[in-house]
């Protein structure tokens, strides 16, 4: 059973038109990460929240904002895209464990901005 | 500054044959995680294995070991017997504590392995 759920799994949306995109948790998690993959590039940290505190990347553009309105629900959205911000998004929990402080992901959403 | 680096763009490893994939690291904390992840072309980013700073013993998953090196600031992933389901991106991932308790969690660039019947 999916433990990190993303929707859309693709997305396609206009220049400059907002866009959001989902992702939910059956995991309990507190910690929700979400990070943007261009192609053959590394994942790249946007923002986090541990816990309802939101913890915002220095170089993460104004126009990527997030909302967490509870635990398992975590939205990222995307003010005006331009074409730079296709890529697939990437959604991913852990558990503030020492013991087990593996981030489990979702299986992304590729947008493409037409 | 890069904090994980992954210098084999890819790799080719015949089914069956064992193969490692090199990551060195740069922290300057002393409390730190490692973790190895697999991407499929699927784009799903599935965790293999993991090492704290403070293990002493190398990590092992089924097939998959960590190679930890902690003076050499290196962990290399060690898959035995590959097989061609293993084909992929491979990153290797540092876990940091920030001030206040929390942590980030940084990708290296990737490693592609193709499995060769």
């Known amino acids: 059973d999916a433990m990190v759920i993303q929707n859309p799994r693709y997305q396609v949306t206009q220049f400059g038109k907002p866009v959001t995109l989902s992702c939910s948790q059956t995991l309990n998690h507190n910690v929700m990460y979400w990070y943007q993959q261009k192609s053959s590039q590394a994942p790249k940290l946007l923002f986090h929240?541990?816990?309802?505190?939101?913890?915002n990347e220095a170089d993460t553009p104004d126009n990527f904002q997030s909302r967490r309105p509870n635990t398992s629900f975590c939205f990222l959205d995307i003010r005006s895209p331009g074409l730079g911000d296709a890529a697939m998004y990437l959604c991913?929990?852990?558990?503030?464990?020492?013991?087990?402080?593996?981030?489990?992901f979702g299986q992304g959403t590729r947008l493409t901005v037409v | 500054a890069q904090k994980i680096t992954q210098t084999q763009p890819g790799m080719f490893v015949q089914e069956k044959e064992a193969v490692t994939l090199d990551c060195t690291y740069d922290?300057?904390?002393?409390?730190?995680?490692l973790f190895w992840y697999k991407q499929p072309s699927s784009g799903e980013m599935i965790f293999l294995i993991y090492q704290g700073s403070y293990d002493q013993q190398n990590a092992t998953e089924g097939r998959y070991s960590l190679n930890f090196q902690k003076a050499r600031k290196s962990a290399n992933l060690v898959i035995s017997a590959s097989q061609l389901g293993d084909s992929a991106m491979y990153f290797c991932a540092m876990r940091e504590p920030l001030s206040g308790g929390y942590q980030k969690v940084t990708f290296g660039i990737g490693t592609k392995l193709q499995v060769i019947p």
């Open positions: 922290t300057s904390d002393p409390s730190y995680g």
């Open positions: 991913a929990t852990s558990r503030d464990d020492r013991a087990r402080p593996e981030a489990f």
């Open positions: 929240y541990y816990d309802k505190d939101f913890n």
